[in-house]
């Protein structure tokens, strides 16, 4: 069996007429001759009746330090009226449908409840049902323990529901259908001129999802790189081809060269960051120094990113909620820290730059001529980084975006 599996997002099912378009393409993959496989998300979004943030606030009105296990279980539901409503909408166009809970669906988690991984998928009863003539529901987000307890995959686990579902069932795509037109250069809301791509690399997408871009998750096409199974992200709402994600050129249909002569792909931001710099004595005593430091964030639990380690000082970023907190660290370990808050990061990503001369430069030369002063830099093979204030970000993205050409 050649299958296809299309994962729906909640604003793709909000009502009666979305719903119906989605399953009209669920409809078209399985007249191409291929058994789709469909995933969902919970519908809508916070404020929608049957949104995850909505049932999270039913309970959080009551008692807001409701263990994660009971929390895993209420979260799972939106997911559950999601599925079911579709495999009803499926039928009701004459196509017969089934709906599994993410756990009937043979998805084995981890015990970390709200933030569980996929061990392993065991898609027996996916594919019995296939064979017998139904399309498959599977509720996205959500998995089981070894142990039989509902867990749920975390923010954006619906992409990985559909990823490991992909890579378990051999299937030909995954297609993601979102709100967009598929991965854009840069985020539209900022950058007018920004464009969707035709292709990406796994590579350069997860780079891009890390560093701020949220269409779809980093996790979802880790999975998927790893058998080397397509991703494409796609507008629910057009017959858009969308963006295909790969390692090489050809798509489950049709080819699509990728030009190595494009140095960035995309222009992407996270905001909310507070920088630090902690000044160090030179030498044997300095690297002893960076080690106290380090060693005294990370036992009180602070995330920290944007390393630069120098011979005088040591610079690096936490989350603005943090910073009193890494104060508080920094001034009992002895240091009296600099600090600056309300600061933004914005990278620059493409698989192009490795060995290309004059990247840096170009960045540099292009948040000059704005007047943005980078308070940091770095850079590895695939992205480029710079730490501004957050006034600066939006004319920052947009100035890298136009420098690099990628609204042409």
């Not at 660290?329 to 490795?354: D, F």
Request: glycine residues 8%; charged residues 20%; negative net charge.
């Amino acid at each position: 069996m050649k299958f296809v599996v299309l994962k729906f997002g909640g604003t793709s099912l909000v009502d009666v007429d979305l719903r119906e378009r989605a399953a009209n393409k669920v409809i078209a993959a399985k007249e191409e001759g291929h058994m789709p496989v469909v995933v969902v998300s919970a519908i809508g979004r916070k404020g929608d009746p049957y949104a995850t943030d909505t049932l999270i606030n039913l309970v959080s009105q009551s008692y807001r330090e409701l263990p994660n296990r009971e929390m895993d279980l209420l979260m799972s539901c939106g997911e559950i009226i999601s599925g079911i409503i579709m495999v009803a909408t499926l039928q009701s166009m004459g196509h017969p449908a089934v709906f599994l809970t993410g756990a009937q669906a043979g998805i084995i988690t981890d015990n970390k409840f709200s933030e569980a991984r996929i061990l392993k998928v065991q898609p027996q009863k996916l594919t019995k049902f296939a064979q017998e003539g139904y399309i498959v529901v599977v509720a996205g987000f959500q998995g089981v323990t070894e142990d039989g307890d509902i867990t749920t995959l975390g923010r954006g686990g619906s992409d990985t529901t559909a990823a490991a579902l992909g890579v378990a069932l051999n299937a030909v795509c995954v297609d993601i259908y979102t709100d967009v037109e598929g991965i854009m250069t840069a985020d539209p809301r900022i950058v007018k001129e920004a464009k969707a791509l035709d292709v990406i690399t796994y590579d350069e997408i997860c780079h891009l999802a890390h560093e701020g871009a949220k269409v779809v998750h980093p996790r979802a096409v880790e999975i998927a790189m790893q058998k080397g199974i397509p991703l494409r992200v796609r507008s629910t709402f057009t017959d858009s081809p969308g963006t295909l994600v790969t390692t090489s050129g050809e798509a489950y249909k049709g080819t699509i060269d990728i030009t190595r002569d494009r140095i960035i792909t995309g222009i992407t931001y996270i905001s909310g960051i507070a920088q630090f710099k902690v000044s160090i004595e030179t030498g044997i005593e300095g690297l002893k120094q960076q080690r106290r430091v380090f060693r005294a964030l990370a036992l009180a639990g602070i995330s920290i990113d944007f390393i630069n380690l120098l011979s005088e000082f040591v610079l690096f970023t936490v989350k603005d909620d943090l910073a009193d907190k890494t104060v508080k660290v920094l001034e009992n370990t002895g240091y009296v820290p600099e600090m600056i808050t309300g600061c933004a990061k914005v990278s620059a990503v493409g698989a192009g730059m490795s060995g290309v001369p004059g990247v840096i430069a170009d960045i540099v030369e292009a948040l000059t001529k704005e007047d943005i002063q980078i308070l940091q830099c770095n850079d590895s093979h695939t992205t480029v980084w710079v730490l501004v204030r957050r006034e600066d970000m939006e004319k920052a993205v947009i100035a890298l975006h136009r420098q690099f050409k990628l609204g042409q």
